[in-house]
């Protein structure tokens, strides 16, 4: 199944599933954890798979209430569904945590209607960090 599921990609099958736990990270980290655990023990080729996923990671979310308003510009994205907010300065989402990690001024992130309380900033980060 795991050799199925890397190479149909994220668009088929288990791989939709995938791509969903993918857009909630870091929000939803239980089930998506739990579906990486799987995926590594379907063997070598598949652990070094999730373990490239998981170093260069498409998406990371959190709530809007923690991100203030002054750093974020908003307009109104091309989809018409969502808003898209841009960072005018580098965030630290876990500044008493980690200095690290950190989301890049320019960062494009959305915040969807049907679920307004969430903002996924899209930037490749390695989620080990």
Do not use: Y
């Amino acid at each position: 199944m795991a050799n199925d599921f890397w190479r149909q990609g994220l668009d088929v099958g288990l791989g939709t599933s995938f791509a969903s736990l993918v857009s909630s990270f870091p929000m939803d980290l239980r089930p998506f954890s739990c579906l990486c655990r799987s995926l590594s023990l379907a063997g070598s080729s598949s652990a070094t798979r999730v373990l490239r996923f998981l170093e260069s990671m498409p998406v990371f979310v959190e709530h809007v209430g923690e991100v203030s308003q002054a750093v974020v510009i908003k307009t109104p994205a091309a989809d018409g569904v969502s808003e898209r907010w841009q960072l005018r300065t580098t965030r630290h989402p876990c500044p008493e945590a980690d200095q690290s990690f950190a989301v890049p001024l320019g960062t494009v992130g959305l915040v969807d209607r049907r679920s307004p309380h969430l903002v996924r900033w899209q930037f490749t980060f390695n989620s080990f960090r």
